[in-house]
């Protein structure tokens, strides 16, 4: 057994070699606290060992954050919630839960643009990845199909379509906004039938389904990816008005009340 000047430089060292790091920065303050309120052995280690998983659920959740791609700017805290339709706000509360990831099923965003789709969206995969550290990544249809087109072409779009698939949710931001050709369209309805079925693909679309025909150019692609989008999914459908809109009438309004002070 060490000597009492040997344990904490042998303890440091142990804990260096096991990449305990909050127990390292905090081993002492808490030894002594211990020593003060008379905490059992057992206390003391469950105390060292809380401040370590803190610490790495607390790093884990800020990689899943930056690996997803989610612009973070749009929060649940900077979301406003009353402008939601009542049936909406009573979807959050269970999407919230993220049960719809462990059943594989979609979620499917709807509404005119400037609605929030896209907010909420990202709201709700950010509180995921912070409260339950799932895996989610964030992209726009056009960032997707131009990333799946040069996988394609270089013959790694199964490759791409793997690494995608390690993700629980795949966010696919503003479909049909844009025109993307035939073959861009093709490679982007091989993601949606590689993952039926094996991974939730979260959406927002201004266009409604009887529009989809403008963005898969062929009836029978576009009925065959709206089958899979809907076989297990939850719609969202925000028809409320533009966000930007009522803000710049709002701020228009403020400028010139200022100005006929």
Same mark, same amino acid.
């Given at each position: 057994?060490?000597?009492?000047?040997?344990?904490?430089?042998?303890?440091?060292?142990?804990?260096?070699?096991?990449?305990?790091?909050?127990?390292?920065?905090?081993? %002492?303050?808490?030894?002594? +606290?211990?020593?003060?309120?008379?905490?059992?052995? %057992?206390?003391?280690?469950?105390?060292?060992?809380?401040?370590?998983?803190?610490?790495? +659920?607390?790093?884990?959740?800020?990689?899943?954050?930056?690996?997803?791609?989610?612009?973070?700017?749009?929060? +649940?805290?900077?979301?406003?919630?009353?402008?939601? *339709?009542?049936?909406?706000?009573?979807?959050?509360?269970?999407?919230?839960?993220?049960?719809? &990831?462990?059943?594989?099923?979609?979620?499917?965003?709807?509404?005119? *643009? !400037?609605?929030?789709? /896209?907010?909420?969206?990202?709201?709700?995969?950010?509180?995921?990845?912070?409260?339950?550290?799932?895996? #989610?990544?964030?992209?726009?249809?056009?960032?997707?199909?131009?990333? &799946?087109?040069?996988?394609?072409?270089?013959?790694?779009?199964?490759?791409?379509?793997?690494?995608?698939?390690?993700?629980? !949710?795949?966010?696919?931001?503003?479909? !049909?906004?844009?025109?993307?050709?035939?073959?861009?369209?093709?490679?982007?309805?091989?993601?949606?039938?590689?993952?039926?079925?094996?991974?939730?693909?979260?959406?927002?679309?201004?266009? *409604?389904?009887?529009?989809?025909?403008?963005?898969?150019?062929?009836?029978?692609?576009? $009925? $065959?990816?709206?089958?899979?989008?809907?076989?297990?999914?939850? #719609?969202?459908?925000?028809?409320? *008005? /533009?966000?930007?809109?009522?803000? $710049?009438?709002?701020?228009?309004?403020?400028?010139?009340?200022?100005?006929?002070?």
């Amino acid at each position: 057994m060490k000597g009492t000047g040997q344990v904490k430089p042998a303890l440091v060292e142990n804990l260096q070699e096991l990449h305990l790091r909050a127990m390292l920065a905090c081993f %002492e303050d808490t030894a002594r +606290r211990a020593e003060k309120e008379t905490l059992s052995y %057992e206390q003391y280690l469950l105390e060292l060992s809380g401040r370590e998983c803190e610490q790495r +659920r607390g790093n884990r959740m800020r990689r899943l954050l930056q690996d997803s791609g989610l612009p973070l700017e749009k929060s +649940r805290e900077n979301f406003d919630l009353k402008r939601l *339709p009542a049936r909406v706000s009573r979807q959050l509360k269970v999407l919230l839960e993220g049960s719809f &990831l462990d059943r594989k099923e979609n979620l499917l965003a709807f509404g005119n *643009p !400037g609605s929030g789709k /896209s907010h909420l969206l990202c709201a709700i995969a950010q509180e995921l990845i912070a409260t339950q550290g799932r895996k #989610i990544k964030y992209t726009t249809c056009a960032l997707l199909v131009q990333d &799946l087109l040069v996988a394609k072409r270089e013959l790694q779009l199964r490759q791409e379509i793997k690494r995608l698939a390690k993700y629980e !949710g795949l966010i696919i931001d503003q479909m !049909g906004y844009g025109q993307q050709s035939r073959e861009e369209m093709e490679a982007l309805f091989t993601l949606l039938a590689e993952r039926y079925e094996r991974g939730s693909v979260l959406l927002t679309s201004n266009l *409604p389904f009887s529009r989809w025909e403008e963005i898969f150019r062929d009836a029978m692609t576009t $009925a $065959a990816a709206i089958d899979r989008l809907v076989h297990h999914c939850i #719609i969202l459908e925000l028809n409320n *008005p /533009s966000y930007r809109m009522e803000q $710049a009438k709002k701020n228009r309004e403020e400028t010139e009340g200022n100005d006929s002070e």
